[in-house]
């Protein structure tokens, strides 16, 4: 599983240097166009992601108990630190 996240990891950065000068434009200068709140939607993918992958888990006994603010914090943290 390890391995998997950190492949993920890995693609994602690769595509942001891929086209680093088309993130710079739309992470941090996209202020008053459509593309203003884009982090926040990756945010909201990995934190649906998440929440779906915690529910597979329950049901299949394992108990995790991890409050969806936690979740929202971890994946905030994920991208910020992606983007720094």
């Given at each position: ?59 299949q ?23 720094e």
């Open positions: 599983m390890e391995a998997v996240s950190q492949q993920g990891l890995r693609e994602m950065i690769e595509l942001i240097y891929r086209d680093f000068d088309v993130f710079k434009l739309v992470f941090f200068r996209s202020a008053g166009t459509a593309y203003e709140n884009y982090m926040q939607r990756f945010i909201d993918v990995e934190i649906e992601g998440s929440i779906r992958f915690i529910d597979n888990l329950k049901q006994g394992k108990a995790l108990d991890i409050e969806a603010d936690l979740v929202h914090i971890l994946s905030s943290a994920l991208f910020s630190g992606m983007l």
